[in-house]
C-alpha cells in the first residue's frame, strides 16, 4: 500500500454515521499521541501513522502504516500489525469487540476500554516500528 497526499481532515469529515465520525476522532487523538506521528491516508480508507516495509516468503513485499484504522461501515478497524493473537489477554479485558487476523474490529469505542486500547496500540506500533520487522517469515495476515 502507498500512502498519499489525502486530506484526513477532509476524509474524516466526509463520514456519515455520526458513531463512526466521532469514533475516528478519537483515533486520531489517540494513535497520534502513542506514535508522536501525524496521520497520513494510507489507500482512499485507512488512515495510518508512521511506516514499516513488509517482505512476505512469497516474495511480495510492501509498505504500511505502523499504525492505523479505518471506519469501516460495519465496524471500525484498527490495524495492529504484529497480530491481534499477541494481544489475546489484554483483548480479553477490552470490551466489545471482534478480531482478525491483524484486525481488531470495534462497533462503539464507547463500549472499550480505551486504556487498554492505547496500551495495545502502543505495544504494536513499537513492534512495527523496530528495525527488522516484517521481513521475510513475518506472515503479516498472509
Not at 516474495?59 to 497480530?83: I, N, Q, W
Not at 491481534?84 to 470490551?95: N, R, V
Not at 480505551?114 to 517469515?137: M, P
Amino acid at each position: 500500500m502507498i500512502p498519499n497526499d489525502g486530506d484526513v481532515r477532509a476524509f474524516i469529515d466526509q463520514i456519515e454515521s455520526p458513531v463512526r465520525k466521532r469514533d475516528a476522532e478519537t483515533l486520531l487523538q489517540l494513535m497520534g499521541r502513542v506514535t508522536g506521528e501525524e496521520p497520513r491516508m494510507w489507500g482512499p480508507t485507512i488512515v495510518g501513522f508512521g511506516e514499516y516495509h513488509y517482505v512476505y516468503a512469497s516474495g511480495r513485499e510492501g509498505d504500511a502504516g505502523a499504525a492505523g484504522f479505518s471506519p469501516r461501515k460495519a465496524a471500525m478497524t484498527v490495524y495492529l500489525p504484529d497480530g491481534t493473537a499477541k494481544y489475546e489477554d489484554e483483548l480479553g479485558s477490552l470490551g466489545d469487540h471482534t478480531t482478525g487476523v491483524v484486525c481488531l474490529y470495534i462497533k462503539n469505542l464507547e463500549r472499550v476500554d480505551l486504556a487498554v486500547l492505547e496500551r495495545v496500540v502502543a505495544k504494536s506500533y513499537a513492534t512495527a516500528s523496530a528495525s527488522g520487522f516484517g521481513q521475510v517469515g513475518a506472515d503479516g495476515g498472509e
